[in-house]
């Protein structure tokens, strides 16, 4: 409790000087992290990296988003194993103008990895401390500490488990924000009261202003336009064998605006750090675990996306369909006694690698002029018969610019 109120007076007393304001801003960043984890896991300490992306509802509320990806090898000895950590944050923020406190708190997931005995997840809580160092308006040194919690830890033991995490990152921040201006000095009381007998009426005290994101309605130059993009960011999956796993995806994408609705068109490809295994019933009825590998997945996607608030920052949300193709699908089979039967398998196994989907995307947008930031969240939904169960999810942020219209205009002979 004692930490607690003294977290709570440093952020309070650090709110009554914040000057640089970052209200609706993005921020978006990079990190380095070491990571110690629980001695029931017996795993050595390990650095690793990852990324962020949160919003500023105000000045002092935000939420956000981050992932870590870890090696770390067992003190045992043999090969290292992936501890995979996404995260859901509230973020409470205080501090002065080139210095902003922060606490916070949230959801994590933790994938242990593929290799067992680590390959199982946990489901754990957070809560951390950290401290943003701006070195210009929208760039900041980050430094936190964070700590999680995990009620049992699923195949170890029954005990809770705890893991500590501190990393070093840059941030950069986009959209509005800014200082505080100068307000002018007050009107003197005997010149005021001079004013008040003249009969006049004095001049309202004025109010503060500060920078912020002008909610500007889009200029028309958003609409019927080609916008070409790229984006990055992270595939999520899990198969009836492994649990889930969080794979890097790149892609390009081709946006045709309308006026409140548009055009979307994407290829992306995942590349994944290892092997990804399923099982399939062999052709004599033998169930061998983990029968078949696979390695990267392709997608393109088409759907129509709305952007109703025409807003410089604004949400935006719509679907489609999708055609994915999981790659170099290969079998084992301990079973088959012939070259049909293993073909027969293998066959089996390039059908179940493609498959339709539906899918749905929510996310933010943010236009600067041609240019166009954003982040999204993609749900896909699941296909029967297909190498990975379930749904699939994917979060990815990117960039997008205007090469020109999209309607051609009209002009008249003379």
Known sequence: MRAVTVIGVLLAAGAGTLRAQHAHQLEIGGFGSYS???????????????????????????LEVDGNVAYPFPKSGGAHTQVRTGSASLVINGGGAHNVLYVLGGFSYIDMGVNPPYNFHLLAGHGGLGDRIFLTDRLAL????????APSSCCLSSTWVGHVIGSAGLSFFIGGGGPHEELPPPIPKEKRDSIIAAGGKPPEAPRPTRGGP????????????????????????KTNYDSYAFEP???GHWLVTGKRTALYLAYEQSFFLSD???TMVEPDGTIEPGNVAFH????????????????RVEPFGGGGFAIMQLLNPQVTCSSCQTLSQFSQLQD????????AFFWWMGGVDIKQGRLALYGHYILTSSAR??????TTHTFQGGIRYSLGSAKEGVTEGH
């Open 36 to 62: 110690r984890y629980d001695k029931q896991f017996q795993l050595d300490n390990q650095f690793g990296g990852g990324g962020r992306l949160a919003f500023y509802f105000n000045d002092y509320l935000g």
């Open 142 to 149: 980050r430094l936190e500490a964070r700590a999680y919690y």
């Open 214 to 237: 002008t909610y500007e309605q889009r200029s028309s130059d958003w609409n019927h336009k080609w916008y070409w993009g790229a984006q990055g960011g992270l595939f999520v999956f």
């Open 249 to 251: 995806t790149f892609g």
């Open 276 to 278: 990804r295994h399923t």
């Open 296 to 311: 990267d997945m392709r997608r393109i996607m088409i759907g129509v996306l709305a952007f109703p608030a025409q807003k």
């Open 348 to 355: 089996e196994a390039d059908a179940a690698a493609s498959k």
């Open 385 to 390: 018969g297909f190498l990975i169960q379930g």
